[in-house]
C-alpha cells in the first residue's frame, strides 16, 4: 500500500492522500508526487478537472509529517527543513495556478500542510465534521503553505485571530473565512465524485450543495474586529485583559498556549499578507520565517513538547508575545538570501 494513490479516471484526475493512520499527514515523497501528477497533467488531453481527496474519516490530511524535519534539525542540520518548505511551496503554487478546475473534498482536520494541499483549488468542499485550522504557533512556526494569504484575505481581522490562536474551524466557519466553498453532507460524496468523474464539470457540485451548521465566527467576529484592528501586540493583549468577557478570556488563553515569537511574527505576517497579489507570492513571504524557524526560532522546542516528548511545556525564547522585540519580529520577516526566495520552478 502507498502513501499516495494518483490516477486517471475517465475526465479526472485523481489523487488520493493514503496514510488514515497517520492522519494522511503529508510527507517529502508525497509532495513530490503531487507536484509531478499536476506537472504530468498541465497539458493531458481530456482530462477536465483533478479530484483531491483523503482515505479515512478522520482526516483530509492533518499537517505535514515533521518527524525527520525535527530530527535533522534537532542534530543542527536546517537544510533539510528548508528543502522540505521550498519544494513543498513548489507544489502549493502550481495547485494554486492549475487552469482547470481542481476539486478537494476536505473531511475531518485538514490543518497546515493539509491546507497547502486541499485549500488552493476552485472548489474546495466541506462536510459534517471538517475542521480547517492554520496550528503552526503552536508547535514556533507561523501559518504557511499559502494559508496565511487566505487568513489576510478573511473578513475584518478573523485572519489575525486565527493566526494567534490556531482555532479551528467547522465547515461554515471555513466558508466565511476563505478555506471552503461549499458544503455537501458527506454521504453524498461518493455519488458526486463519481459524477465529477463521468462528466468533469465541476458546477454539479451546486446539484449536492446544502447548508452547513452555523459556525461561531460571525457571532464573534465584532469583538474580534475591535480587538486585533489594535496596531502592536501588547496593545491587543491589553485589551483582551482588560475587556473582561468570557470570549476575550478564552481567546488570550489561546495565545498563551502558543509561541510568543510565532504569535507575534504571524500577526505582523497576515497584515504584511494583504498586500500580496497571488499566493507564490504569499509563500515567498512565508517562506522567510519558516526558513528561519529552526535555527532562529521555537520550532524545535514546539515540536519537541507537543509532539516529541508531548510534555506540553514548551521553553518558549520569550514569556510572552508582548516581550517580543519588534525588531526580532522584522528579522524573522526580512528577506532572505536563499535562492528559493523567489519561488523559481524546478528546472
Known sequence: MTDIHIRREKFAGRITLNRPEALNALTYDM??????????WRDAPGLRLVIIDGEGERAFCAGGDIAEMYRTAAAGD??????????????????????????????????????????HGT???????????????????????????????????????LAATAARMNA?????????????PRDHWPELKRDLVATGDASRISRFSADPEPGRLADLRPCVDSIFE???????????????????????????????????????????????????????????VTSRAAEH?????????????????????????????????ARMLAPTADPFAALETKG
Not at 495556478?97 to 497547502?116: A, H, I, K
Not at 503553505?145 to 478573511?154: D, H, T, Y
Not at 461554515?172 to 455537501?184: H, Q, R
Not at 520550532?299 to 507537543?306: H, L, P, V, Y
Request: overall charge negative; aromatic content about 8%; proline content about 4%.
Open 31 to 40: 509532495c513530490i508526487e503531487i507536484e509531478k501528477a499536476f506537472d504530468e
Open 78 to 119: 536546517y537544510e533539510y527543513g528548508r528543502r522540505f518548505w521550498r519544494d513543498e511551496y513548489r507544489m502549493n503554487a502550481k495547485i494554486s495556478e492549475w487552469p482547470r478546475p481542481v476539486v478537494s473534498f476536505l473531511q475531518g482536520f485538514t490543518m497546515g500542510g493539509g491546507v497547502g494541499v486541499g485549500c
Open 123 to 161: 472548489h474546495r468542499i466541506v462536510c459534517e465534521n471538517s475542521r480547517i485550522a492554520m496550528p503552526e504557533c503552536g508547535i514556533g512556526l507561523v501559518p504557511d503553505v499559502g494559508g496565511s494569504l487566505i487568513l489576510a484575505r478573511a473578513p475584518g481581522r478573523l485572519g489575525e485571530y
Open 172 to 184: 461554515a466557519d471555513a466558508i466565511l473565512v476563505g478555506f471552503a466553498d461549499a458544503f455537501v
Open 230 to 288: 489594535l496596531e502592536r501586540i501588547d496593545e491587543i493583549v491589553r485589551s483582551l485583559g482588560e475587556r473582561g468577557t468570557k470570549a476575550c478570556a478564552d481567546i488570550l488563553e489561546s495565545i498563551r498556549r502558543n509561541s510568543p515569537l510565532s504569535v507575534a511574527v504571524a500577526v505582523s505576517l497576515v497584515r504584511r499578507q494583504r498586500s500580496s497579489t497571488s499566493v507564490r507570492e504569499a509563500l515567498s513571504l512565508e517562506y522567510r
Open 297 to 329: 526560532g521555537d520550532f524545535i522546542e514546539g515540536i519537541r513538547a507537543k509532539i516529541v516528548d508531548k510534555d506540553g511545556k514548551p521553553n518558549w525564547r520569550h514569556g510572552a508575545a508582548e516581550d517580543v522585540p519588534r525588531d526580532e519580529v
